[in-house]
């Protein structure tokens, strides 16, 4: 088949997914949607993870996900990785009574690709789709700013104002949502709330870090079209895929990223421009280039991983990529970037059997970037987490250390602890530290980091925070242990939580979160009354702060100070 032959059939394959929202089911690659039951009957009360655990570890029927249509509902989905275990749980399900409620279970009919449907909604309904970038009144270079950093053309002191009464408000709710679900507490909220001006706890003014541009030292741009879809950009994507557009938006004028990772952004654009490979097409999975994820250090150390769908690409033509990029940033134009350490990742799709072929290759350069905060010296391997602003960091850790207050006599209990930067930041100001986290990699880059720094007071174990923390805590060799929790987004797995409770050694927690509203629930769980659930004494918020890590955004981190209920009543 000659090149021109094979363009007109890939652009009459595109065009024809694009008018079929159900095309993506006869993909290759795997989708929750191809093998869904629906489950209904479901008791008035429940909670997914019973609901979980009744379908994976009761029923043992192995599904990937559980989708309730919304909060509440008396119906939900539940998707699963082939007919065959579809078909098994369809067959067990129905019929079984739980939770006195007798449970009815059938296959449920897949979803339509919400970009395509959009699509078809705006032409039958003989309008053309206009994305928030087409719009005349903003360009893609301001609707990109609005998207990424919405408060991008407010003075800063009005942004931390804004902050400080958005951290009001959450604590005012979380106070609100103990009484109604601590009635025990009530005589010790009422007292904190007149003490506080209707708050549960202090609330410290909120704190910055001095540099409020170019701060992040990670981004991950999307590799797409423009929002004409003529020319291949490296950036942020306009509007979400549900919305109907995949355009991508200019990263060249965003305050909030650093000079050096524009100008390889940009550099590498040409690469990939003249490499003849089309960017990744999210509509019908075709092309190559998904990804760019930038790090970077006050040292301007620079890496780079450079995201790739591997398709149908043989082993020697990925190895020439490899080779094409090396040469490039090494010795070719995009030598000006200075790159300092460059991986290539194939990015692949899960599979129907439900793997994943990603792999990352290192390619050129050291194997990490150095970074240091506080005084101490930390390497970023390409996945390790490391907070993204680098200044706004040390802010954080000195609040954290402070509203913890330890002693010699002090074991701090670092969950989550990544790179272990949070446990050895804290290491001199107390006895021991104990880290716990989930990836392996970051569990070698804390003890590598710990030595790098000549600090012989922490260990770091590695394994999920529910499952290890008991046996953990039972290490601590000081009197008082003070954990300190910076979990992802959704907040501390309840098993970890429970065990934080009923350790009786444990007086003092410290939570971090970046995002509040979903931390929530973690934080009235811990002030509940003592239960045959919720042992131990109820951990109480005493003391908050907020830190903006992210300037010209809306997002914010918080510290809360918990200590025991006997302990803050004193």
């Not at 369809?90 to 409620?101: A, V």
């Amino acid at each position: 088949m000659s090149d021109t032959n094979a363009t007109e059939t890939l652009a009459t394959s595109v065009a024809e997914n694009e008018k079929n929202p159900y095309a993506y089911l006869e993909r290759d690659d795997f989708t929750s949607e191809k093998y869904k039951i629906e489950v209904r009957g479901l008791p008035k009360y429940y909670g997914i993870g019973e609901f979980k655990k009744l379908v994976n570890e009761k029923l043992d029927l192995q599904s990937c996900k559980v989708k309730p249509p919304r909060k509440g509902s008396s119906w939900l989905y539940v998707c699963f990785r082939n007919e065959e275990c579809r078909q098994r749980a369809i067959t067990t399900i129905n019929g079984i009574l739980w939770k006195n409620s007798k449970l009815t279970a059938q296959a449920a009919k897949p979803a339509p690709d919400p970009f395509v449907k959009r699509k078809l909604e705006e032409e039958s309904s003989n309008k053309r789709l206009k994305t928030d970038a087409e719009d005349p009144n903003c360009s893609p270079t301001d609707r990109i700013k609005f998207i990424t950093t919405p408060l991008w053309n407010m003075p800063y002191p009005d942004q931390l104002e804004l902050k400080q009464k958005e951290m009001r408000s959450i604590l005012m709710k979380i106070g609100q949502q103990m009484l109604v679900e601590s009635k025990g507490l009530s005589e010790w909220i009422y007292s904190q709330k007149k003490l506080y001006d209707g708050l549960p706890c202090k609330l410290e003014n909120i704190l910055s870090a001095d540099v409020t541009e170019a701060y992040r030292n990670k981004c991950e741009f999307t590799v797409g079209k423009d929002s004409e879809q003529s020319k291949i950009m490296i950036g942020f994507r306009l509007s979400t895929y549900a919305s109907g557009s995949t355009a991508v938006g200019p990263i060249d004028d965003l305050c909030h990223i650093p000079e050096n990772m524009k100008i390889a952004v940009k550099i590498l654009e040409t690469f990939i421009r003249e490499s003849n490979l089309e960017p990744f097409n999210p509509v019908d999975h075709s092309g190559y280039w998904r990804q760019v994820t930038a790090r970077t250090t006050r040292a301007s150390h620079l890496m780079l991983i450079v995201g790739i769908h591997p398709q149908d690409l043989s082993s020697d033509e990925l190895e020439e990529l490899k080779s094409q990029l090396r040469i490039f940033f090494e010795t070719g134009k995009g030598a000006d970037a200075h790159v300092t350490s460059l991986y290539f990742q194939t990015i692949d799709k899960k599979s129907i059997g439900g793997e994943s072929s990603d792999s990352l290759y290192h390619v050129s350069g050291t194997e990490y970037i150095e970074e240091t905060l506080l005084g101490m010296k930390f390497r970023v391997s390409p996945q390790a987490f490391f907070q993204v602003n680098t200044l706004g960091a040390e802010v954080l850790y000195k609040a954290a250390i402070d509203l913890a207050e330890p002693t010699m006599d002090t074991a701090l209990l670092d969950v989550c602890c990544g790179t272990g930067t949070i446990g050895l930041c804290f290491s001199k100001h107390c006895g021991e530290v104990l880290g716990v986290e989930i990836i392996p990699d970051a569990i070698k880059d804390a003890k590598e980091n710990a030595i790098k720094n000549d600090i012989t007071n922490c260990e770091f174990f590695v394994g999920k925070a529910e499952d290890i923390l008991l046996p953990v805590i039972h290490r601590a060799t000081k009197s008082n242990i003070t954990a300190i929790v910076d979990p992802p987004r959704a907040g501390l797995h309840q098993k970890a939580l429970l065990t934080l409770r009923k350790s009786k050694k444990l007086n003092r927690l410290v939570y971090i979160s970046c995002d509040p509203r979903a931390a929530m629930r973690n934080l009235i769980d811990l002030a509940r009354p003592s239960s045959k659930q919720y042992l131990g004494d109820p951990l109480v918020p005493v003391k908050a702060i907020a830190v903006d890590m992210f300037p010209h955004t809306k997002h914010c981190e918080l510290i809360l100070c918990l200590e025991r209920l006997s302990k803050a009543m004193k």
